[in-house]
């Protein structure tokens, strides 16, 4: 029977659930536990999909299609799942899901209300989502006391009727404030939290303390004693130099160890060794030459936007032991300098027309003064019209996305998606296999003929431009086969060209980094040495 671990969050938002809830499912996991784990977000949206990088952060895309929260992309790196939409519910979805039953008469002529059928919708897909694992953890959205997140707490709270004790936990994260004028750390916060849960019928088995400073024994049995918890079940989540040396602050104080006790299960095993290498590695950065990468971006302001391609770089780095420096260039005032003063380029995907130009110029400033450039999705399709336009000298080149009276659409839009006027799921979303060609690069940074990458977008790469294309030099290296697209662009006789209509990004993992990446990264750093031996 699987075993469940609600994590939930009080005081203040952003504490950090999910890297929580991530750190706690690699521990299980390498107790040789198999770990499922979900997120439920409270919000209406059905998916996150339609919601703007500048409030919600990065989308996550599963390999199944789902527009996620960025929390399953912690849950990805740390636990090394492939995640799906099982794995996100909203509250959007459950509603959706309940009115549909009603509307098709499943509820046979029953008052529809929050308890039972809404909860009853939450706690279904619970279930479904522990199939086959002995641990899911769920970790719910929002912040005790919000009104949006009632039904998820109250599904929670029912989970546990008529199950052992034994079967489900809860742990709750939550603020330890602290306040300079006074020099102290306060627990009221914590203990109104812990109060408010209760009032819902949830009692919390361990309390996970976020705080600038370290708990004192006095405090951390204050804390215990107020809401009734052990001491060794307040565990403190100080802030830490990178998040993935969090597993190891837990182990230290025991977390895994609480959790198996409480749910009565055994180690099958222990096998650490290479998460503990690779935080070794990690602390040891500040001693690896920098390498300075300009991303040129138009969600600069919120770096959670790019949340997956910033810890896909992060990995890449850590494997070629260089310290990279992220500039991040707003392409709505784009500075040349600021490019050519940086070892690579890289240009993500995003949505919209703002700051398109700028992005235009700076892939025109990296290929024509040899600086490593990596383009992603929009990057991809910007390099197609800067290329076209200054290479090709088709005047006006551009995306029909953004200029649809443009006699050079080298970006166009799919046929079937002309006819769907609808932007939420109408997209070429999750993984799609893609074919690279042999004797290229892309070929030989996969070592593989056929890969699987995962997409977000709708816009695509006009085949009509291919010959013109390959003729100056600019390699089509990657194609789904299937509906004849274009996935990747190479540029030949240049240190590091290469533009991906995909996102590799959301497939790195710390013990893993994307070859993609891992390469580009490389490129980098190699051409730090070239300057130094010039």
Request: net charge positive; proline share 4%; charged share 25%.
């Amino acid at each position: 029977m699987t075993k469940y671990i609600f994590i939930t969050g009080g005081v203040v938002s952003s504490l950090g659930k999910g890297i929580t809830s991530a750190s706690v499912g690699r521990l299980l996991k390498s107790h040789g536990f198999t770990v499922n784990i979900m997120k439920c977000d409270p919000y209406i949206n059905v998916d996150a999909g339609t919601m703007s990088p500048f409030q919600h952060g990065e989308v996550f895309v599963t390999d199944d299609g789902a527009e996620t929260d960025l929390d399953l992309g912690y849950y990805e790196r740390f636990i090394e799942i492939n995640a799906s939409r099982a794995n996100n519910i909203t509250a959007g979805q459950i509603y959706q899901s309940v009115i549909e039953k009603e509307r098709k008469g499943l509820y046979l002529g029953q008052t529809v209300q929050t308890i039972p059928h809404v909860t009853d919708e939450i706690k279904a897909r619970f279930h479904k989502a522990s199939q086959n694992f002995d641990i899911t953890i769920v970790e719910i959205g929002g912040t005790v006391g919000d009104i949006e997140s009632l039904p998820f707490l109250e599904a929670a709270r029912q989970m546990k009727l008529n199950k052992n004790s034994s079967d489900i936990i809860y742990i709750h994260v939550t603020l330890v404030p602290y306040l300079s004028s006074s020099d102290e750390l306060k627990t009221k916060p914590t203990q109104h939290s812990v109060n408010k849960l209760r009032e819902i019928g949830i009692d919390p088995d361990i309390i996970v303390t976020r705080s600038e400073k370290s708990l004192s024994r006095e405090l951390r049995d204050k804390i215990a004693l107020f809401c009734s918890v052990p001491q060794e079940a307040v565990v403190e989540a100080p802030d830490a130099k990178s998040i993935y040396e969090v597993p190891e602050i837990f182990k230290k104080q025991g977390i895994d160890e609480q959790i198996m006790m409480l749910l009565r299960l055994r180690s099958k095993k222990w096998d650490f060794d290479e998460w503990n290498e690779f935080t070794a590695r990690v602390k040891n950065a500040e001693k690896f030459e920098k390498v300075k990468i300009a991303m040129a971006g138009k969600y600069t302001k919120l770096k959670d936007s790019y949340k997956s391609l910033n810890e896909a770089l992060f990995h890449a780095s850590i494997a070629n032991e260089v310290k990279t420096e992220i500039e991040y260039v707003d392409t709505e005032n784009l500075l040349p300098e600021r490019i050519k003063g940086c070892d690579g380029l890289i240009v993500p995907g995003g949505f919209g027309d703002r700051g398109i130009e700028g992005k235009i110029r700076a892939i025109q400033l990296a290929r024509e003064n040899g600086i490593p450039f990596f383009g992603i999705c929009l990057g991809m399709q910007c390099a197609a019209i800067e290329f076209a336009r200054n290479v090709l000298n088709l005047k006006g080149a551009h995306s029909a996305e953004f200029a649809p009276k443009t006699a050079h659409p080298v970006i166009a839009l799919m046929e079937e998606q002309k006819k769907n006027p609808q932007k939420g799921g109408t997209m070429r979303l999750g993984s799609y296999p893609c074919s690279v060609k042999a004797g290229t690069l892309a070929r030989r940074i996969y070592g593989s003929a056929l890969i699987d990458e995962r997409h977000r977008h709708r816009y695509e790469f006009n085949n009509a431009y291919i010959k013109n294309f390959e003729k100056k030099g600019m390699r089509i290296s990657g194609l789904n086969r299937k509906n004849g697209l274009v996935e990747i662009l190479e540029l030949k006789n240049h240190p590091f060209y290469i533009a991906v209509q995909f996102h590799p990004e959301f497939k790195s993992r710390p013990l893993k980094p994307h070859p993609l990446f891992l390469n580009f990264v490389k490129a980098c750093r190699e051409r730090i040495y070239s300057h130094e031996t010039a």
